[in-house]
């Protein structure tokens, strides 16, 4: 099972996204038959299986055993993946591209589009690659926001500086920087 699956095809997004089908792909976390999902789910076995079949076909899940019971032959099917990641190229962009400003919150989020399509690709090729993912939290007065923007582009251009040579493995840097959203009261 990967711990990633990336969807770029609208057929995928289409069979995933009808909740019978996620609750039918979370009991299948763990290898089991439509009878033992369908017990767990109170539905048919007859019902888990169609819905077992179209997300095979999708490729969504796969069927890793087979038993024989009662002269019958029984699938075990188990989810491709621990998590589905749908693409945002399956909607596509809605209307013009904006000017590419690096303090838009647009230009981030094609940043943050450009990423996941990244990391998915990864993921198929070699989950395992060298990474590091920071996350934290920064206040900042508003008077000192400038300031505080000038240093960390500073600090950035100096790794870009003394690790930007054409020689060794090539990473992709990305560092997102937004107010984070305030509770409403």
Request: one cysteine or more; glycine letters at 8%; aromatic letters at 6%.
């Amino acid at each position: 099972m990967r711990d990633v699956l990336y969807l770029e095809q609208i057929e995928q997004a289409e069979a995933l996204l009808k909740p019978q089908r996620i609750e039918v792909l979370r009991q299948l976390a763990e290898p089991r038959t439509c009878g033992e999902v369908a017990a767990r789910l109170g539905q048919t076995p007859q019902r888990v299986y169609y819905h077992v079949k179209r997300l095979v076909e999708a490729g969504l899940v796969d069927q890793v055993s087979e038993r024989k019971v009662r002269g019958i032959h029984e699938g075990i099917y188990r989810a491709s993946a621990r998590s589905y990641w749908l693409s945002p190229r399956l909607v596509g962009r809605i209307g013009l591209r904006k000017a590419q400003d690096e303090l838009s919150l647009g230009y981030l989020l094609d940043l943050m589009e450009e990423v996941q399509s990244d990391i998915a690709g990864l993921d198929r090729a070699a989950p395992e690659l060298p990474s590091v993912g920071v996350s934290g939290e920064i206040h900042v007065p508003p008077e000192r926001r400038q300031e505080f923007l000038n240093d960390l582009q500073t600090a950035l251009q100096d790794l870009f500086t003394r690790y930007g040579g054409a020689e060794g493995d090539a990473f992709k840097l990305v560092v997102a920087c937004y107010p984070k959203e305030t509770p409403h009261e």
